[in-house]
Structures are given as structure tokens and as C-alpha cells.
Antibody
Framework: EVQLVESGGALVQPGRSLRLSCTVS????????MHWVRQAPGKGLEWVSA????????GYADSVKGRFTISRDNAKKSLYLQMNSLRVEDTAFYFC???????????????WGLGTLVAVSS | DIQMTQSPSSLSASVGDRVTITCQAS??????LNWYQQKPGKAPKLLIY???NLETGVPSRFSGSGSGTDFTFTISRLQPEDIATYYC?????????FGQGTKLEI
């Protein structure tokens, strides 16, 4: 069974940093790109970032470019999101998600974690 | 960035109704379009990929169509368990933008 478990969410002040983790099981992590998607409370989904299977390529939403960094450790079957210079508008549930197809980054997301809440407030 | 315009934003229907949601892309995305269902407090669930392909295990009352810039998502006979918010998403180009969502109520 495919499982994705996010962790690291917390209440932080504006301008501070936070690192999210996503630990997976049930599939060959090192064959898949991975994505982060977020959802502000009561709002819609926003794609945040993606990384290919070997960390050779990454992509970001304009709203987080230059502040967030996606990375992965295939040996630990883990995905990360380093979030710097956090803003109030970054407050959201952050989901990690797995594409439906191996290797390709641009693919439907067929498995999701339950999310971890990041709250940015003074 | 590719903008995805989804409508309506909310929809009230009855059990057994046929329900249709539309999604329009700001540029040609061929068929790189997904539909997701999200229930309150849950993660999104992939229902339709590549505009018209039904994900494994998803009931056949769900369907999708379209290509280029105009796409349609249909529930042929609405069931009580279909109460959720539905999102389209393009994956033709980064950022992989979502529509604003359609909240379906009975």
C-alpha cells in the first residue's frame, strides 16, 4: 500500500524558516518525481513545487520561488521542503503527492499524504 | 503561467441528477488535464487523468472530455457520497495550476 506521511508543520513567525518532510512507503521512491501542493484553510489547491527522480530538475510556483527549496533523499525515501522567509500568506496545509507514472515530473498525482499544517503568524 | 478557469464555483443538485463542471485553460494544453475530488478534511483524490481517462477504481458515473482549452467533467447520476469539492489541474507546463474548485452540494 502506498503511503505518504508529511511532518514538520508548526506555528512560526513571519520571516522565519521551517523544513517539511514527507516519508513514503509502498512504492519505489527513487523511480518517481515528487510534488508539494498546498491549501490555505478553506481555500483551493495551489501547486507549490516538484522535483524529478534524481534531484536533477526542480520547479516552483512564482509565489515561493527564491524562498522555498525542494529536495529529496532517495536512500531515506524522503522528500523535503525548506521554507525560508515565511509570510502570513504561506499559511496552509502542505501535501506531498506522487505522480501516476515513473520518471516524468509532468503527470497526474495519484497518491497524496494527509498534509501538515504550517501557520505563519506573529 | 497557464490560468485555469473553473465553473461554477458552487453547485446544488439532487441525487440522481446529471452534474457538469467546466474548466477552461488560458492556452492550449492538449489533453494534459486532471480532475480531483476532495472531501472535507481529506486529501484530494485523482478521478480523471489525461482529460478523459478514468482512474482505476473510480466509479463509471464519473467522466471527462475535452481537449485544447475547453474541458468538461460529468457525474452521470449523482450519489450522496459525491458531495465534495472538485478541482481541475493542468500539467502541460510549470506551474501546474489548479482551477478554483467547484463545491458540490445536495
Amino acid at each position: 500500500e502506498v503511503q505518504l506521511v508529511e511532518s514538520g508543520g508548526a506555528l512560526v513567525q513571519p520571516g522565519r524558516s521551517l523544513r517539511l518532510s514527507c516519508t513514503v512507503s509502498g512504492f519505489n521512491f527513487d523511480e518517481y518525481a515528487m510534488h508539494w501542493v498546498r491549501q490555505a484553510p478553506g481555500k483551493g489547491l495551489e501547486w507549490v513545487s516538484a522535483i524529478n527522480w534524481n534531484s536533477g530538475a526542480t520547479g516552483y510556483a512564482d509565489s515561493v520561488k527564491g524562498r522555498f527549496t525542494i529536495s529529496r533523499d532517495n536512500a531515506k525515501k524522503s522528500l523535503y521542503l525548506q521554507m525560508n522567509s515565511l509570510r502570513v500568506e504561506d499559511t496552509a496545509f502542505y501535501f506531498c503527492a506522487k505522480p501516476r507514472s515513473i520518471i516524468v515530473v509532468s503527470a497526474p498525482l495519484d497518491s497524496w499524504g494527509l498534509g501538515t499544517l504550517v501557520a505563519v503568524s506573529s | 503561467d497557464i490560468q485555469m478557469t473553473q465553473s461554477p464555483s458552487s453547485l446544488s443538485a439532487s441525487v440522481g441528477d446529471r452534474v457538469t463542471i467546466t474548466c477552461q485553460a488560458s492556452q492550449d494544453i492538449t489533453n494534459f488535464l486532471n480532475w480531483y475530488q476532495q472531501k472535507p478534511g481529506k486529501a484530494p483524490k485523482l478521478l480523471i487523468y489525461d482529460a478523459s481517462n478514468l482512474e482505476t477504481g473510480v466509479p463509471s458515473r464519473f467522466s471527462g472530455s475535452g481537449s485544447g482549452t475547453d474541458f468538461t467533467f460529468t457525474i452521470s447520476r449523482l450519489q450522496p457520497e459525491d458531495i465534495a469539492t472538485y478541482y481541475c489541474q493542468q500539467y502541460d507546463d510549470v506551474p501546474y495550476t489548479f482551477g478554483q474548485g467547484t463545491k458540490l452540494e445536495i
